[in-house]
């Protein structure tokens, strides 16, 4: 075998030929004779009552097939929600209606509340136009604390109120915690904001509803993550089509970022309206409507304290939280901000006493879900932030303090309910220090004094949990679904190989990395593996990618397919070889028996599986196709340490990203190349989230940054070129491959990095009041910062 196609190799991502060329299949490309267009009416105000909808004029315009309201949809499922979680007192979460068009009420701007279709799209527009609306504008709640406050206007009014839960963890630490942090040496407060975030992938969601009579099959296309979840949740809970007559496919999908994971109304009205109408139905959103309806991120307000005796060990953190569910909640939502977040709180260090508590919030705004990293990026800021100040109140360096309170024995229980089982955080700090160069920065902080400006460096350490698992556990936490996930390795009689998995890729390079695995475990070429997927129709349930699960979890599926594919070739290759099985070897692609020089190659094995001349068919059925489902027992554990230097402008307040480093732990590594990349592209997010992105409303529900002109995504010239290093690898000691995890690290490690080096670039100016700066570290604020 080529040693540059297997495990290890930085091959080039043989999608990207189809992606670079311009002939990548993406949602929007799919087109069925005889489709019509819909376009979705959607509130202005951000809540409401609806009085009337009049369609009369609008149905008769030029196009129109047909205009759907919440009416039609009476007796029709709402959107489910995927995730149940139980509040400190023992109580289920409040949990409203989701309807697929508003029915009664509008809860924020870009509801929908009709969806008009037409045999185009420009007459559909049209006719939106003379829909005749009467809604009573309701007063509008949008923060959080005012939402849970007596009095305040109800989200949902068959609720008690706003609260969807109040939730504590670990609650028996509680007393202990209060205990810890009134008799500590020291304790340093901090509050803060996790800001809100459009996941802005660069492909807008697609969905296009098709249904054959002949067959009474649903069909439905869609920029998906998870098209098997989404088939579960369509059918079983919104329209009642049985599995076996849905197919959802998800084709090339254009990023995602964790806001296609989730199941939305358009896709289940696309799907409900085809088979009404016995046609294709097709929605493709505009970048206006993706703003006010694909799921935000983020959005938590936090106290967090940390107590430390008087040699500055971590005795104790506390947190409270208030966390934005929107005005309806999403397919994972509750999820985010309770076992994501608080699990994750005890982060890299040894604290022995931890209590979170997080109350989750409705309010008149689009749903909060998971945004690349859900709840590890949200817990990281606020201990990282929080272990950065405490080293500047107490004079000490904030590396050593890290180093002091590292967790350095494994596997280690934290005090919220997770166990890691390798890690070497002192490792991924050398590696930083020496990759970020921190012994020139003094003289780098000079040059740029020299020219004005002020430069700071901030370092921070993260932990993850990627891989969420396993099943029975997460059960027991209120999901409402495994997270296994499968793979079918069907090998051809010439020996090349499909493989078929229930993991998607959309942008992760699946189709370049699983073949190396595959390829090293056989000896063969990794050119002779093919990955299928997206399509429920030819792929074995699985859960879809997402929370850094693709190569831990499907990668592992795929790991024991392909070991019962070569246990059945075993037993081929020793009726070939007259030889016991127990003798046979498989090395670079041929079978042999140990201690001889006899041998037949992989392509005789295969084509014998399919011409069974050779060997009894009583003992060996022919073919050679296997299926896997891998439940993982733990999470897996990524680390790392990050160091960012920024330059401040101190007459304007403007932020400079000079130089950027990132020392990860992410175990075995399949493809460095790829790794590399979505490091890259996790740390432009958390830049991103850090100095320009913020989803704002106003006091009344509207949405203020609702397009690239209130919105600022980065750019390239608001990244420098990265320092990345992955060399620091502790293997995951519970899946056959011995990998963590790389895709979310990223947007979790950087936007404290980023805010620390802005605090310390003013410090270094003299501005010791600055203790800390809200995300987005915008201009404006740094400016409005040093001058107080």
């Given at each position: 075998m080529?040693k540059?196609?297997?495990i ?5 991502r043989r999608e990207?030929?189809r992606?670079?060329?311009?002939v990548?299949?993406?949602t929007?490309?799919?087109n069925?004779?005889g489709q019509a267009y819909?376009?979705?009416?959607r509130?202005?105000?951000?809540h409401?009552?609806i009085?009337?909808i009049d369609t009369?004029?609008a149905s008769?315009?030029?196009g129109?097939?047909r205009i759907f ?7 029709v499922g709402?959107?489910p929600?995927g995730?149940?979680?139980t509040d400190?007192?023992?109580?289920p979460?409040?949990?409203p209606?989701?309807p697929v068009l ?11 509340i ?7 799209l420009?007459?559909?527009r049209?006719?939106a136009?003379?829909i005749e609306l009467?809604?009573?504008e ?5 923060d ?8 305040a206007?109800?989200?949902?009014d068959?609720?008690?109120n706003n ?7 670990v609650?028996?630490?509680?007393e202990?915690v209060?205990?810890?942090?009134k008799e500590?040496?020291?304790v ?9 975030l459009?996941a802005?992938?660069?492909?807008p969601r697609?969905a296009?509803?098709?249904y054959?009579?002949a067959?009474d099959m649903s ?6 993550q998870n ?6 949740l ?6 009642g089509?049985p599995e076996h007559?849905?197919?959802v496919?998800?084709?090339d999908v254009?990023g995602?970022f964790?806001?296609k994971?989730f199941?939305y109304?358009?896709?289940?009205f696309?799907?409900?309206a085809?088979?009404q ?10 970048r ?5 309806s ?10 967090i304290e940390?107590?430390l005796?008087k040699?500055n ?5 506390r947190?409270?939280?208030?966390a934005n ?5 999403s ?10 977040h608080g699990?994750?709180?005890a982060g890299?260090?040894k604290?022995p ?13 689009v749903?909060v879900d998971a945004?690349?990293g ?10 990282e ?5 405490a ?7 904030p590396v ?5 309170n590292?967790?350095t ?9 997770v166990?890691?089982?390798?890690g070497?955080?002192d490792?991924?700090m050398d590696k930083?220090?020496e990759?970020?160069d921190?012994?020139g920065f ?6 740029s ?10 370092i921070n ?6 891989g969420?698992?396993p ?7 209120g999901?409402r ?5 499968s793979?079918?390795v069907?090998v051809?009689?010439t020996?090349g ?9 959309h942008?992760?390079?699946h189709e370049t990395?699983?073949p190396?695995?595959v390829?090293?475990m056989?000896?063969?070429?990794a050119?002779m593996?093919?990955i299928?997927?997206g399509?429920t ?8 990618t997402?929370?850094s699960?693709s190569?831990?979890v499907?990668?592992s ?6 070991e019962?594919i ?9 009726h070939l ?6 003798d ?8 042999t028996v140990?201690?001889?020089?006899k ?7 295969t084509?014998?599986a399919?011409?069974p001349?050779?060997?009894?068919l009583?003992?060996?059925?022919p073919g050679?196709e296997?299926?896997?489902?891998y ?8 680390s790392g340490a990050?160091?960012?230097?920024v330059?401040v ?11 950027f480093?990132?020392?990860?732990d992410?175990?075995?590594i ?6 590399s990349g979505?490091v ?7 830049v991103?989230?850090?100095l320009?992105?913020?989803?704002a409303y ?10 690239y ?5 980065p750019r390239?010239?608001d990244v420098p070129?990265?320092q990345v ?7 995951c ?6 990998v963590?995890?790389?895709g ?8 404290p990095a980023?805010?620390?080096a802005?605090i310390?670039a003013?410090h270094?100016g003299?501005?010791t009041h600055?203790?800390h ?5 915008t201009p404006?604020r ?7």
């Amino acid at each position: 075998m080529p040693k540059d196609t297997g495990i290890g190799a930085s091959t080039k991502r043989r999608e990207d030929v189809r992606f670079l060329t311009g002939v990548g299949n993406y949602t929007d490309d799919v087109n069925i004779y005889g489709q019509a267009y819909v376009h979705f009416l959607r509130s202005d105000v951000a809540h409401g009552r609806i009085k009337n909808i009049d369609t009369s004029a609008a149905s008769g315009m030029p196009g129109v097939v047909r205009i759907f309201t919440g009416a039609d949809f009476e007796g029709v499922g709402g959107i489910p929600c995927g995730w149940q979680v139980t509040d400190r007192h023992g109580n289920p979460m409040q949990e409203p209606a989701h309807p697929v068009l508003a029915q009664g009420k509008v809860r924020h701007v870009g509801d929908p509340i009709a969806a008009i279709v037409a045999e185009t799209l420009e007459e559909a527009r049209d006719a939106a136009e003379a829909i005749e609306l009467d809604i009573e504008e309701l007063p509008a709640v949008v923060d959080m604390k005012a939402a849970v406050a007596d009095g305040a206007t109800k989200v949902h009014d068959d609720l008690d109120n706003n609260l969807c839960y109040d939730w504590g963890f670990v609650e028996e630490n509680r007393e202990a915690v209060d205990k810890a942090i009134k008799e500590a040496a020291h304790v340093t407060t901090l509050e803060l904001v996790n800001n809100r975030l459009v996941a802005n992938p660069m492909e807008p969601r697609v969905a296009v509803g098709d249904y054959n009579r002949a067959d009474d099959m649903s069909t439905l296309y869609t920029t998906s993550q998870n098209p098997h979840v989404i088939r579960l949740l369509m059918g079983a809970f919104v329209l009642g089509i049985p599995e076996h007559k849905l197919r959802v496919v998800a084709p090339d999908v254009g990023g995602g970022f964790g806001t296609k994971i989730f199941h939305y109304a358009e896709e289940a009205f696309c799907t409900f309206a085809a088979r009404q109408l016995k046609r294709a139905v097709k929605w493709t959103s505009s970048r206006s409507e993706a703003f006010m309806s694909d799921a935000h991120g983020r959005d938590h307000v936090t106290k967090i304290e940390l107590a430390l005796d008087k040699d500055n060990n971590f005795t104790a953190i506390r947190t409270e939280t208030y966390a934005n569910m929107g005005a309806y909640l999403s397919t994972f939502a509750p999820s985010v901000p309770t076992w994501l977040h608080g699990t994750l709180m005890a982060g890299n260090y040894k604290t022995p006493l931890i209590y979170v508590n997080v109350k989750a919030v409705f309010t008149n705004t689009v749903p909060v879900d998971a945004y690349r990293g859900a709840g590890r990026p949200e817990a990281t800021f606020q201990l990282e932030r929080v272990v950065d100040k405490a080293a500047r109140e107490l004079g000490v360096d904030p590396v050593a303090l890290r180093r002091q309170n590292f967790i350095t024995e494994f596997p280690y229980a934290t005090p919220v309910a997770v166990e890691y089982d390798t890690g070497d955080y002192d490792a991924t700090m050398d590696k930083l220090q020496e990759i970020a160069d921190f012994a020139g920065f003094e003289a780098r902080r000079k040059e740029s004094e020299k020219r004005g400006k002020l430069r700071g460096l901030g370092i921070n350490c993260y932990i993850e949990a990627c891989g969420i698992a396993p099943s029975n556990l997460v059960g027991q936490l209120g999901a409402r679904a495994g997270l296994y996930e499968s793979a079918t390795v069907r090998v051809n009689a010439t020996g090349g190989i499909t493989v078929m998995t229930g993991s998607h890729s959309h942008g992760q390079g699946h189709e370049t990395s699983f073949p190396q695995v595959v390829a090293e475990m056989l000896g063969i070429d990794a050119s002779m593996v093919e990955i299928v997927h997206g399509d429920t129709a030819n792929t074995p349930m699985g859960m879809g990618t997402y929370g850094s699960r693709s190569i831990a979890v499907g990668g592992s599926a795929m790991v024991r397919a392909t070991e019962k594919i070569i246990n059945k070739a075993k037993k081929i290759a020793s009726h070939l070889l007259e030889a016991s099985e127990a003798d046979i070897e498989l090395k670079d692609g041929q079978f042999t028996v140990a201690g001889t020089d006899k041998s037949v190659a992989w392509g005789d094995v295969t084509l014998a599986a399919y011409v069974p001349h050779n060997y009894p068919l009583e003992d060996i059925e022919p073919g050679l196709e296997e299926t896997a489902f891998y439940d993982p027992a733990n999470f897996t554990y990524p680390s790392g340490a990050y160091a960012c230097e920024v330059e401040v402008d101190p007459e304007t307040g403007k932020v400079t990203v000079e130089r950027f480093a990132a020392a990860d732990d992410f175990g075995n590594i399949i493809n460095p190349m790829i790794v590399s990349g979505q490091v890259h592209g996790g740390i432009a997010q958390g830049v991103g989230q850090a100095l320009l992105e913020n989803c704002a409303y106003d006091e009344n529900g509207q949405l203020l940054s609702a397009s690239y002109m209130d919105y600022a995504m980065p750019r390239a010239d608001d990244v420098p070129f990265y320092q990345v290093d992955h060399s620091c690898q502790t293997p995951c000691t519970h899946n056959p491959l011995g990998v963590k995890g790389c895709g979310e690290a990223g947007a979790i490690g950087s936007p404290p990095a980023v805010i620390n080096a802005v605090i310390d670039a003013l410090h270094s100016g003299g501005h010791t009041h600055v203790e800390h700066i809200n995300m987005p570290a915008t201009p404006a604020r740094v400016w409005a910062a040093m001058q107080k």
